[in-house]
């Protein structure tokens, strides 16, 4: 596409449903027999919670996790899915939670008595996994107590144990020895409670890197976000082939002739050193273009890679035609995504910026679009 489809908005963000209903059937097969959890939190990653919870319902998620009661609540209110908190829990939120029938995380003793006294007030179970900290050192059992804690967390009336799960420090690296240590830890641990006795329906540990990096550590169930999308970090293996689900497009607000010694944006950071044709893009750094894009990255404009030039400013940046004679006002300009023969990918800019694509997503601004391009019909 050369001119770019009417929108009001200068910058957007197609977010293509059908492509993530794929990418997660394609990690199912890929761990099955383990279950998938799609983790949502944050909004998922702030791409819209609620349409993408759709989608992979469609295609038949059958669980979703996100960080807090908040956003457990906006799912639990939709989908009939089981909705996980993952990322602990404060008193104020045991009652609700209780009464929703989300499931809690129990990282410590004392939340599991939260639990249990308000589902015996409440004449109902808590449902709950017991999260474990073999290593990621943020929340969750310190697996050197965790046989202990457990045996007196099964105690408690009311509580329905479902699941044990633990999360990963360092996953994306497949040679750190940190994962291996802690995927010990884990099995290491469920194998002591299974001498008392004690097995839980569902052990988790793996994230996207996880199942990537280490297929060892896939149990009984695997719980992804990044990788929806298509996007995996930098470094590692990918256990799969993706699509990528994102891409991010601007339009040419102006093309102008400017002369050799012109100064291109804040701190004049680029000095034309021949007259040039320069456009102007309205996507800045509010939008979540990395500042470190500034004289590093490029945009694509009719299939060509056009340098930005500059400083990236809150709300546009500067590039250079030249390798696009042809551009005009009104063309489509993409910061990821395809163009012709050429693609930007979120890891491109994950790059750019020395981040990781998870910065990259959670960075685009509320101004961006979210534009959801239809799902498929999967099941
Ligand atoms: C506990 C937990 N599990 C799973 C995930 C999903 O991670 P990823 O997006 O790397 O698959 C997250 C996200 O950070 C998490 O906090």
Redesign the pocket.
């Known amino acids: 596409m050369q001119k770019r489809q009417h929108s009001s908005a200068r910058i957007r963000l197609e977010i293509s449903l059908k492509s993530i209903q794929q990418n997660f059937l394609r990690i199912q097969r890929t761990v099955q027999p383990a279950k998938v959890m799609a983790?949502l939190?944050a909004d998922a990653y702030g791409l819209g919670a609620v349409p993408i919870a759709e989608a992979l319902a469609d295609a038949g998620a059958s669980r979703f996790?996100v960080?807090g009661l908040r956003e457990a609540i906006t799912l639990k209110k939709r989908f009939s899915q089981p909705i996980h908190v993952?990322?602990g829990l404060l008193e104020g939120e045991v009652a609700e939670c209780v009464r929703r029938k989300i499931i809690c995380p129990v990282s410590d003793y004392r939340i599991a008595q939260w639990l249990s006294r308000e589902a015996v007030r409440q004449r109902t179970k808590a449902l709950v996994h017991i999260k474990v900290d073999t290593g990621m050192g943020r929340l969750g059992i310190p697996h050197f107590e965790a046989r202990e804690t457990i045996q007196r967390i099964l105690k408690l009336p009311s509580l329905e144990t479902e699941g044990i799960?633990s999360?990963f420090a360092n996953a994306n690296n497949p040679r750190h020895a940190k994962t291996r240590e802690q995927i010990g830890i884990f099995r290491g641990l469920l194998r002591e409670l299974e001498s008392d006795g004690i097995r839980f329906p569902l052990a988790h540990l793996a994230?996207?890197?996880g199942i990537n990096n280490f297929p060892e550590a896939r149990f009984d169930m695997v719980?992804?976000?990044?990788?929806l999308y298509g996007v995996f970090d930098l470094l590692g293996f990918r256990a799969y082939k993706l699509s990528p689900s994102l891409s991010l497009n601007s339009v040419l607000l102006s093309r102008r002739r400017l002369p050799a010694g012109f100064t291109i944006g804040y701190g004049c950071t680029h000095t034309l050193f021949r007259d040039t044709w320069v456009g102007t893009v309205p996507a800045g750094y509010a939008d979540g273009v990395p500042l470190a894009a500034s004289n590093s990255a490029s945009v694509l404009i009719r299939g060509k890679e056009c340098p930005i030039i500059g400083r990236v400013s809150m709300d546009y940046l500067a590039v250079d035609l030249t390798p696009c004679a042809k551009a005009t006002v009104g063309d489509e300009v993409v910061l990821v995504g395809k163009s012709g023969k050429r693609q930007l990918t979120i890891e491109d800019w994950a790059r750019v910026k020395q981040t990781h694509p998870?910065d990259i997503i959670c960075s685009l601004g509320p101004r961006v679009e979210r534009v959801y391009l239809p799902s498929a019909s999967t099941r």
Do not use: E
């Open positions: 983790v939190k996790g960080a993952l990322s799960f999360h994230n996207s890197d719980r992804t976000g990044i990788n998870y």
